[in-house]
């Protein structure tokens, strides 16, 4: 079992979705955060004043998978999240975690079956 945790553009959420759903990947959490890497935010102006927005607005995936779809959610989310044929800064990361169980709180199954 994995935990797969991706970070990508807001705008690109609907097509992740889309992209896993052809995959038979149909359960996600996804949480609104912040943050920033190579792209170091970005200036705006506010009332003539130039100021420095150091976190940019990301939308973050989490999904637990058996081994069999760690490639393919892997793929669909890159397949969804990148913009044009070779990507550009800031379309976002994916972190692949061992998960060492998944308890389904309703029927206390474990392992592969809660997931």
């Known amino acids: 079992m994995k935990l797969i ?9 609907s097509a992740v979705k889309e992209a896993l759903t052809h ?6 959490t996804v949480m609104d955060c912040q943050g920033f890497a ?10 003539e004043h130039e ?22 959610t892997i793929d669909a989310i890159v397949e969804g999240g990148r913009t044009g044929e070779s990507g550009e800064i ?9 998960m060492d ?3 389904r709180i309703r029927t206390g199954e474990r392992g592969n079956e809660a997931i």
């Open 38 to 47: 190579r792209q170091r935010g970005q200036t705006a102006a506010h009332r």
């Open 23 to 28: 995959v038979e990947v149909v359960r996600l």
């Open 51 to 72: 100021c420095s927005v150091n976190l940019l607005r990301k939308v973050q995936l989490q999904i637990a998978v058996n081994e069999e779809f760690v490639q393919p």
């Open 101 to 103: 169980d998944c308890i």
């Open 90 to 98: 800031g379309d976002g990361k994916i972190f692949v975690l061992p």
């Open 5 to 13: 945790i991706a970070i990508i553009q807001p705008g690109k959420l």
